[in-house]
Nanobody
Framework: DVQLVESGGGSVRTGGSLRLSCAAS?????????MGWFRQAPGKEREGVAT????????YYADSVKGRFTILRDNAKNTVYLQMNNLQPEDTGTYYC?????????????????????WGQGTQVTVS
């Protein structure tokens, strides 16, 4: 099926920065209604970090990262980024890229918002 590939994770000092990349297939990127980033710390539930609409939609952020993280897209490269600044130890976890592969039209007709059914394999972020 559709494939999402994350990169850019690593180990950084508190207060440092990282930029995560999520490369999508051209077919998926041209069609998908939205994409987003999620994370999961060891022993904790997965949580949403940021999402962005790809068809004129707005961006949304978890309160815990607002003002520090920015989600960006590059249409020419079929890629979504997560710029993470002023990283804190509580940001440590596995970060996943996800997409709703449906077209905006399909999503609107269905009456559902972003439904993330396509997932990358994850990239580790460690802050200490």
């Amino acid at each position: 099926d559709v494939q999402l590939v994350e990169s850019g994770g690593g180990s950084v000092r508190t207060g440092g920065s990282l930029r995560l990349s999520c490369a999508a297939s051209g077919k998926l990127f041209r069609r998908a209604s939205c994409m987003g980033w999620f994370r999961q710390a060891p022993g904790k539930e997965r949580e949403g970090v940021a999402t962005i609409g790809l068809r004129g939609g707005s961006a949304y952020y978890a309160d815990s990262v607002k003002g520090r993280f920015t989600i960006l897209r590059d249409n020419a490269k079929n890629t979504v980024y997560l710029q993470m600044n002023n990283l804190q130890p509580e940001d440590t976890g596995t970060y996943y890229c996800a997409a709703d592969p449906r077209s905006k039209h399909e999503a609107v007709v269905s009456g559902t918002r972003c439904t993330f059914t396509s997932w990358g394999q994850g990239t580790q972020v460690t802050v200490s």
